[in-house]
């Protein structure tokens, strides 16, 4: 069951620090974000690391419980705070998150009050690929 569940965290959770810094920060700042990003899952791995034999010296098998609780209580806070962005370009989530509050209402209500920067300019994301696709045609 522990393999089980390293194989399922890995391939859903344990990405969100290398997915939502990229989403979240402006374009000028997103190497930088991305950095602080993994930056923070290093540190957070590396005491996880220090502090598990100790908790599992302790706790025995009840850990699995705290870990369970910890996820918990996460739900609301993806819920509330983290928005969708399946779909959407990297410039129109720039607007979603320059919404005043960061609830994810909020966040749709900036997107959807012009943030579709696409639409703006009169393309759509199949405009776009194509253009992608020819610029990198045309490198050498």
């Known amino acids: 069951m522990l ?3 390293n194989l399922i965290y890995a391939s859903t959770w344990g990405t969100v620090a290398f997915l939502i ?4 920060f402006p374009s000028e700042m997103r190497a ?3 950095g602080f990003g993994v930056s923070g899952w290093a540190l957070a791995v590396g ?3 220090l ?4 908790m599992f ?6 850990t699995y419980f705290l870990f369970a ?3 918990l209580l996460w739900i609301p806070i993806v819920w509330f705070f983290y928005p969708e962005t399946k779909d959407r370009s990297l410039e129109s989530i720039d607007a979603m998150f320059n919404a005043r509050k ?3 209402r909020d966040m749709e209500r900036a997107y959807a009050a012009g943030a579709d920067v696409l639409a703006a300019r009169g393309m759509s994301d199949t405009d776009l690929k194509s253009s992608m696709q020819a610029e990198e045609g045309s490198q050498p």
């Open 69 to 71: 609780g910890l996820n």
């Open 51 to 54: 502090i598990n034999p100790i």
């Open 102 to 104: 960061p609830f994810y």
């Open 47 to 49: 005491w996880t690391v």
């Open 32 to 34: 930088q974000g991305n």
């Open 3 to 5: 393999f089980l569940f």
């Open 21 to 24: 810094p990229a989403e979240i």
């Open 57 to 62: 010296a302790q706790l025995e098998n009840r």
